[in-house]
């Protein structure tokens, strides 16, 4: 009971001592609340190109046509040797005649010119699904040396690039924002620092009538955890909101279909729940850190 | 019943200065003891050790049975919540009020409002400022301060209650007061009091025992009423 009454007593102090000392206490929830604008910045847009490049790379396959004169035992072999090759998940046969009957279902213009021609003028084909998108050409490179390969093609060009755009994106936040909870980390120890000199006094007489190490120093960690937290709300909402009329505004895509973004529930609860837990942790641990350097009992 | 025992303590602090050296001591429960001294002879050091803000060099310190020397960083607490201490300069929180400077000590320890109250009140009755429970510290004098300080000390109720020159900044007739007041509290509620001061009149009054230090060794310890007058130097 003592320690819940020293927990709530440190909770009421780290509240008031935040609007005391308030122009520290805004310049660390001001940085904090940029940091973590940015952190959720730079989730929702790598987790939405996470998504899109996951759905790529599903999809992505290299269709390998072969020469019209290959034989069933030449084709045998070949899937075998494409099987073989370490990047190669999976390997699909579809005929020409399996081929034909897609296409003329696809459109009436094609199925009156395909049932026009006497012979059918398609390739056998074999669909080579990827484990590596990154090492895609490769595979394909490999594939196309092969006898009886006519072509081996992919989405070449804008899939290559797209991947490796996202891919240095993804980079470029994940420095930019380790880079901030660096600098809101060092903000916020400063600030408990500058709390525990100006109540200097305070602990001091604490230190005399015999508070214990804990009930003087959770005042700080709390304060501290606050500044944090409180650096949270204006991120949060941000997130909600601008997700949610960024979501409406592009009617849930960009570019074309192919690239769908991430539905917003319950998307954005979970980035808010990230952002609130960066805040705490930044914000626990600086403070942690402050009272350990400078509050000496 | 001895309540404090120090025995072959030294204490050199870093600097290299020599404060106490071999002090043998003991202090029976509910004594009243002066020390005195010239400056810088090591008064304030020995009430250190027995608030362990500072640890022995050398020697073995005992108060209210708690091995002080012994006693973690993180424990000194402990011993603290035993005793009150008492400084020349006030200390006070000057944002509270006097109820709250003198809850203080229980507040910040999580005691329950409703067994503070009644605690405060006995405490502030003692040292006569009842009245002045919701003044703030810079509305009162240095005497009444200083009550208030000694109200705080001795809401815990403890067994010891040490004073380094509690009279230092107040003039005569308030210092008499303010005796009067510690006077009280050693035989009203048979606090143990250790008391620093400069103040010849004072001990002169009281006929007390008198511990007199030089050079960080006790010179001369006299009983209680045995003590004739200190020869001003
Ligand atoms: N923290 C410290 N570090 C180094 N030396 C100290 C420290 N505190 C006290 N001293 C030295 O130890 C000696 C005793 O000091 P102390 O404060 O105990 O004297 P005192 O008897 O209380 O003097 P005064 O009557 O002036 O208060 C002095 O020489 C002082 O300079
Ligand atoms: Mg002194």
Same mark, same amino acid.
């Given at each position: ?72 035992? /030449? ?11 370490? +990047? ?16 003329? +279902? ?74 901030? @909870? ?6 916020? +120890? ?18 005399? @009538? ?88 | ?31 009243? @003891? ?53 400084? /020349? ?49 810079? /509305? ?5 301060? /200083? ?7 001795? @809401? ?78």
């Amino acid at each position: 009971m003592k320690a819940i009454r020293v927990f709530v007593r440190s909770f009421k102090e780290a509240f008031k001592s935040v609007f005391r000392n308030f122009s520290l206490s805004a310049a660390s929830v001001a940085c904090t609340t940029i940091t973590l604008i940015l952190v959720s910045i730079a989730i929702l847009v790598s987790y939405n190109i996470k998504n899109v490049t996951e759905k790529l790379e599903n999809e992505l396959t290299i269709v390998v046509y072969l020469e019209r004169e290959a034989t069933k035992d /030449q084709a045998e072999n070949l899937k075998k040797t494409i099987e073989n090759i370490p +990047n190669v998940e999976k390997v699909t046969y579809k005929s020409k005649d399996e081929w034909k009957f897609e296409m003329q +279902n696809y459109s009436s213009t094609l199925n009156s010119t395909l049932s026009y021609l006497k012979e059918n003028p398609l390739l056998d084909s074999y669909a080579v699904k990827v484990k590596d998108a990154k090492y895609l050409r490769k595979t394909a490179d490999t594939i196309k040396e092969q006898e009886i390969v006519r072509s081996a093609e992919y989405g070449e060009g804008t899939v290559d690039k797209l991947v490796s755009v996202f891919d240095l994106i993804k980079r470029v936040t994940v420095v930019i924002v380790i880079a901030l @909870v660096l600098v809101t980390a060092f903000l916020i +120890n400063n600030t408990i620092k500058i709390a525990i000199f100006s109540r200097r006094s305070e602990i001091e007489i604490m230190r005399f @009538v015999g508070s214990s190490n804990y009930a003087i120093k959770l005042p700080f960690v709390f304060e501290g955890l606050f500044l944090g937290i409180i650096g949270s709300i204006i991120p949060i909402i941000v997130t909600i909101y601008g997700y949610l009329i960024a979501y409406s505004k592009l009617n849930g895509h960009i570019f074309s279909r192919m690239i769908e973004l991430v539905k917003p529930f319950s998307f954005v609860l979970y980035v808010s729940l990230i952002l609130v837990t960066i805040g705490a942790v930044v914000g626990f641990f600086s403070s942690y850190r402050a009272v350990r350097k400078y509050l000496k009992v | 019943m001895k309540f404090i025992s120090l025995k072959n303590c030294y204490k050199v602090y870093p600097n290299g200065v020599t404060a106490l050296a071999d002090i043998n001591l003991e202090i029976q429960k509910g004594e009243f @003891v002066f020390i005195i001294g010239p400056t810088g002879c090591g008064k304030s050091t020995l009430m250190k050790l027995l608030y362990r803000e500072e640890k022995p060099t050398k020697g073995n310190v005992i108060v209210g049975g708690i091995n002080v020397e012994k006693l973690r960083n993180r424990k000194v607490y402990k011993l603290r919540r035993k005793l009150g201490i008492i400084f /020349q300069n006030f200390r006070l929180l000057p944002k509270q009020t006097v109820y709250e400077n003198v809850a203080f000590p229980l507040s910040s320890n999580g005691i329950k409002d409703t067994e503070i109250r009644p605690k405060v009140l006995k405490a502030l009755e003692l040292v006569g400022l009842k009245d002045k429970i919701k003044s703030f510290p810079d /509305q009162l004098s240095g005497g009444e301060q /200083q009550r208030v300080c000694i109200a705080r000390a001795i @809401v815990n109720e403890p067994k010891l209650l040490l004073c380094d020159e509690p009279t230092g900044n107040l003039d005569p007739d308030v210092s008499k007061e303010i005796m009067g007041v510690i006077d009280s509290i050693n035989k009203k509620l048979g606090t143990t009091i250790v008391m620093v001061t400069h103040d010849d009149q004072i001990v002169n009054r009281m006929k007390k025992r008198v511990i007199t230090m030089d050079n960080g060794v006790v010179t001369s310890d006299v009983m209680k009423g045995k003590y004739k007058k200190h020869e001003s130097n």
